[in-house]
């Protein structure tokens, strides 16, 4: 979970040092903070969701040929999979805040003078 949330974390930081002059650009025109924060977190969010999609059918796959080693607890149990996804849901939410935060702190002029 730790190393899910750390990767997200990179990916979004990353994305907004790279987007800092349209950020700026969007600022200078207008945008409220508001508006550049949910823009980021949710890109973060839409990576999450694909990933989860994934990860859950071939957990589902997964379970499936490796029915015979799992003990007190089914293939497809529905419990376990609601929970890692909300934790994975709550981690990387955590995880797109900071660069979401630092986003909306970026000065329009600072921004178009940048590279």
């Not at 979970?1 to 040092?17: N, Q």
């Not at 709550?90 to 797109?96: L, P």
Request: aromatic fraction near 8%; charged fraction near 10%.
């Amino acid at each position: 979970m730790t190393l899910a949330a750390l990767g997200l974390y990179g990916i979004v930081s990353y994305s907004v040092a790279q987007r800092t002059r349209e950020i700026g650009v969007r600022m200078a025109l207008g945008e409220v903070p508001s508006g550049i924060f949910r823009m980021v977190v949710l890109q973060g969010l839409t990576v999450t969701a694909i990933g989860l999609i994934i990860g859950v059918l071939t957990a589902a796959v997964a379970t499936r040929l490796m029915s015979s080693f799992l003990y007190g607890i089914g293939a497809a149990d529905p419990f376990s999979y609601g929970v890692g996804c909300a934790l994975l849901v709550v981690a990387s939410s955590v995880a797109c805040f900071i660069p979401a935060y630092r986003a909306t702190r970026i000065e329009p002029v600072q921004a178009l003078r940048y590279e």
